[in-house]
C-alpha cells in the first residue's frame, strides 16, 4: 500500500513538474520572440495569403509586399493589383481600385503585425508547442470561442500564420525573403487615394 501510495505522488510530482517545465518553455519563447522584434525597426517581406471558406469549399490566394515599422502596417497586393491595407494609429484603410473604394474604420485590436498578433492571443488562450525543432517552432493558440491560430517561426522570426475560426474558414499568410533594418521610403504608409474614390468612413470619431 505504501509503495502504491509513493508511486501516486510521484506520478502527481511528474505531472505538475511537466507543466512547470511547459509553461517555462513558453514563457522563454515569447521572450525570445519580444527580443527578437525589439531589434526589428523596419521590415519587408513578400507574403502569399489564402482565405478559405469551409461551407462555400472555396479558397482565394493573394500575394504582394509586406512592410511595417512602429506602429504601421502595411499589406500592398500584386494580385489583386491595387489592392492596401493599411493599419496605423489613425485607424485602418482598405483600398481597391478595381471598384475605387476605400473603407477607413477604426484601428481598435486590430493587428496583424506578427509579434503584436502573438501577444494579443498570448494572455488570452491555451498556448501549446505543436514543434520544436532546432531553429523551427510551430505554436498553437486556441482561444474561448473555438478559434485557433497557428504561427511558424525560424529563429524567432515569424514565418507563417493561420487563422482558423470555430466554423473552420481561415486566412493563411506566408512570409518570404524577409528584408530586415532597411531604410524604407518615407511616404511608404502614405497612402494618396484618388479625388473620385468612393470613400466609407466607419470611424466612431
Known amino acids: 500500500m505504501a509503495t ?22 513558453l514563457e522563454n519563447i515569447y521572450q525570445n520572440i519580444v527580443d527578437k522584434y525589439s531589434r526589428i525597426k ?50 485602418i484603410t482598405l483600398y481597391d481600385s478595381a471598384s475605387n473604394q476605400a473603407i477607413i474604420s477604426d484601428r481598435s485590436n486590430a493587428e496583424l503585425r506578427p509579434d503584436k498578433l502573438i501577444a494579443e492571443y498570448w494572455n488570452n488562450s ?40 470555430k466554423a473552420g474558414n481561415s486566412v493563411l499568410y506566408v512570409f518570404k525573403d524577409a528584408v530586415i533594418n532597411k531604410k524604407l521610403p518615407k511616404k511608404i504608409f502614405k497612402i494618396e487615394l484618388p479625388e473620385d474614390a468612393n470613400i466609407i468612413d466607419q470611424r466612431s470619431e
Open 4 to 25: 502504491y501510495r509513493i508511486r501516486i505522488i510521484l506520478s502527481i510530482l511528474f505531472i505538475s513538474f511537466s507543466f512547470v517545465w511547459a509553461d517555462q518553455e
Open 42 to 91: 523596419t521590415y519587408e517581406a513578400d507574403f502569399e495569403q489564402e482565405n478559405s471558406w469551409k461551407e462555400l469549399d472555396k479558397t482565394k490566394n493573394s500575394s504582394g509586399k509586406v512592410y511595417f515599422a512602429k506602429n504601421n502596417f502595411l499589406l500592398k497586393y500584386s494580385d489583386p493589383e491595387g489592392q492596401i491595407l493599411l493599419i496605423e494609429d489613425a485607424g
Open 126 to 165: 491555451i498556448k501549446e508547442i505543436k514543434l520544436n525543432d532546432g531553429n523551427f517552432l510551430i505554436l498553437q493558440f486556441t482561444t474561448a470561442d473555438g478559434s485557433e491560430i497557428h504561427v511558424g517561426l525560424e529563429d524567432y522570426l515569424v514565418t507563417d500564420f493561420r487563422v482558423v475560426d
